[in-house]
């Protein structure tokens, strides 16, 4: 496929976006089942974060070896062999009768969701004509923020509804889906061959991206007061509609990429990054204060907003930073310091839910952003007075 003439809605790019979509649904889907499924094994509270250690600490060393590993086989197998193992591992988790074999499989799990996540996002930046980057990423986005938001309502439902043997083989049979529309993705035929012609090391940190990945790292952080704790927090202010709250959040993310991309692409980060933590940073705020509905829809909204426009803009932002083909270390070094964030944020704002209570989480996630938007502020401001300082130089040596 090439790029002459720059559009973005082709076949393969809708197939890649929702079966990246359906991926990230199943996963969030087992975010809140799980720790049931533990605790149904005999497991107690330590053996249910060692669950979700070993799946993020198993994504997080497999993703450094993405980039070697695509010079040697194809970016297309080697994503649906990582979903393969996901949607098996999916219906192999029924079969686990203790801990321990559990742990086992989901060890297995991360390494397989550390691959596919990789390869969905540089098979679609290789989809996507360059000069439409940040559009293109704002919609393939689209699918992780909505399933994000509603993954762990769907999972809850079904549990509610069936059982743990339905939750687990009915997401292994939606990953199987994903794959079907993963084989039939089409590669631009220049992309095979850039895979080959370049000599690519195993790197556990692009440092090209370090400065991106930091803030998506805070984004991590405040966005797992919202993954892991809301449920929480609802039932100690009374707040029914945990579902129309994570359904809004999806709709305001949803919307807010139709323009967020095409803004990156003409102004680059800055317009897209400030706006976006003052959003976040506001709906926080206004979470921490929430005492009726109203303002618990309110702040779903604005976190909403600016959750959906900073997290692919930041995304594109790495890309742009790397050679074509080197675009699985730079996603391998987003993804793993996003997730970093989400698994260190909960651990941190447990303890702040513990030594406080669960309202001040967001007020500890309220400070994040805004630590965010001073980090950028001042790193837009030091690259200003390097380009003036270079700039006198130069008058002087006219």
């Known amino acids: 496929m090439t790029h002459t003439n720059n559009k973005i809605w082709s076949l393969s790019f809708i ?10 649904m199943i996963f969030e889907m087992l975010l809140p089942t799980l720790p049931l499924f533990v605790t149904a094994l005999g497991g107690d509270a ?12 198993s994504a997080i060393l497999t993703r450094p070896f993405a980039g070697i590993l695509a010079t040697k086989f194809d970016k297309k197998l080697l994503l649906v062999l990582g979903m393969l193992i996901m949607a098996l591992s999916t219906g192999a988790y029924y079969l686990s009768n203790n801990v321990t074999t559990l742990l086992i499989i989901r060890l297995i799990h991360g390494a397989g969701f550390g691959l596919a996540t990789t390869y969905f996002a540089t098979l679609a930046a290789e989809i996507i004509p360059k000069e439409r980057r940040g559009e293109g990423i704002g919609y393939f986005g689209v699918g992780e923020t909505v399933a994000i938001s509603v993954g762990p309502m ?62 998506i790292l805070l984004v991590g952080v405040a966005a797992g007061g919202i993954m892991s704790f809301f449920s929480l927090y609802a039932i100690e202010k009374d707040f029914t509609h945990v579902g129309l709250f994570f359904l809004l959040i999806a709709v305001a993310s949803f919307a807010i990429r139709l323009i967020s991309g095409k803004l990156f692409d003409v102004h680059g980060p800055s317009v897209i990054v400030i706006p976006g933590s003052i959003l976040s940073m506001i709906g926080f705020f206004i979470l921490f204060f929430a005492g009726s509905d109203s303002m618990f829809m309110l702040a779903a909204l604005l976190y909403g907003f600016g959750f959906g426009a900073i997290f692919p803009a930041i995304q594109t932002w790495c890309m742009n930073l790397v050679e074509e083909h080197e675009h699985e270390n730079a996603m391998a070094s987003f993804f793993n310091f996003f997730d970093l964030g989400i698994g260190g944020g909960s651990v941190i704002l447990g303890l702040v839910a513990t030594a406080a209570s669960y309202q001040a989480i967001y007020l500890v996630a309220s400070i994040v952003y805004g630590v965010l938007l001073v980090v950028y502020i001042v790193y837009l401001a030091k690259g200003a007075k390097g380009k003036m300082t270079k700039r006198k130089q130069t008058t002087n040596l006219l």
């Open 46 to 57: 330590s053996k249910v974060g060692l669950v979700t250690g070993v799946f993020m600490l």
């Open 154 to 215: 769907i999972g809850v439902m079904t549990l509610e509804l069936y059982d743990f043997k339905r939750l687990f083989f009915g997401g292994m049979s939606v990953l199987i889906l994903a794959i079907v529309m993963a084989v039939f993705i089409k590669r631009r035929p220049s992309g095979n061959q850039l895979d080959e012609q370049h000599s690519v090391k195993v790197k556990i940190l692009e440092k090209r991206v370090l400065f991106p990945a930091m803030l």
């Open 15 to 24: 197939f890649v976006t929702i079966a990246n979509a359906l991926t990230f």
